[in-house]
């Protein structure tokens, strides 16, 4: 999933590749934005990697 985000608020989220009937974990996106604290304006996350990231 790409997640764009605009001043640390959530304006979409997209599957970019992969299985479409596979939903994603709101929780995690939310929380990765949160804790970006000198996160830029704009940015579009990938979510796959922050699933990855915060399984370890």
């Known amino acids: ?3 764009f985000v605009r001043y640390g608020k ?3 989220v997209r599957p970019y ?3 479409w009937k ?3 974990n709101p ?3 939310e929380n990765a934005i949160k804790d970006y604290v000198n996160a830029p304006m ?3 996350l ?3 990697l ?3 990231v915060r399984h370890y």
């Open 42 to 44: 704009c940015m579009v």
């Open 17 to 19: 590749k992969g299985d």
């Open 1 to 3: 999933m790409e997640s």
């Open 46 to 48: 990938i979510s796959e």
């Open 10 to 12: 959530i304006l979409d």
């Open 22 to 24: 596979v939903h994603y």
């Open 27 to 29: 929780s995690i996106i």
């Open 50 to 52: 922050l699933q990855k």
